[in-house]
């Protein structure tokens, strides 16, 4: 089984054991969508879940009470990810970790892909490196994402480079 981390259990929710599940994907109604979630690598069930807000909320098979609830708090959710076909050009961020990411004029690499940053306008990568860079994940600066050869190529502009390192 290819287990995917999907989000965290943040908080609980009523009194009836569901848990508030803050999610690491697009959306929350594509986590919701899934009948069984892992905790620790264990199958849980899904009994039902629904979007609130950014987050979902899940009652869990086994989970019952708010006591229940609490004691996964701060837990990771995975998916099972096999099966799951992304649109062109959609990628789940743990296969974008690590990637070497090169200077689309150059040909150098400027480092690895260490982070991505969820914002509300679009995803910012975070690349390490001898320097540290912030790119926008827009078309204009993504030339080439190839997970099979392990290298995104990106346009740079004046002032993606920090003085983080």
């Known amino acids: ?5 999907a989000g965290k259990i943040v908080n609980t929710h ?4 569901e848990v508030k599940i803050l999610p690491w994907c697009d959306s929350p109604d594509f986590l ?10 264990a199958p849980v069930p899904v009994r039902s879940a629904r979007v609130h807000g950014g987050a979902v909320l899940a009652l869990l098979e086994g989970v019952d009470t708010v006591n229940d609830a609490m004691a996964l708090l701060g837990k990771v959710v995975s998916i099972d990810r096999s099966g799951i076909s992304l649109p062109e050009g959609r990628y789940f961020i743990a296969d ?8 689309n004029e150059t040909g150098r690499s ?14 910012v990568y975070v690349v390490r490196g001898a320097h540290e860079y912030m790119i926008p994940a827009v ?7 190839n997970l099979e050869a392990g290298i995104m190529r ?10 983080a390192n």
């Open 1 to 5: 089984m290819n287990l995917l981390e």
């Open 14 to 17: 009523g009194v009836r054991g």
């Open 32 to 41: 919701r969508s899934f009948p069984v979630f892992y905790i620790d690598g």
């Open 96 to 103: 974008l970790i690590g990637l070497t990411v090169l200077d």
């Open 110 to 123: 400027i480092g690895t892909l260490a982070d991505v940053l969820t914002l509300p306008a679009h995803d």
């Open 139 to 145: 078309p204009a600066f993504l030339a080439e994402i």
């Open 154 to 163: 990106v346009n740079l502009i004046e002032g993606m480079e920090t003085d």
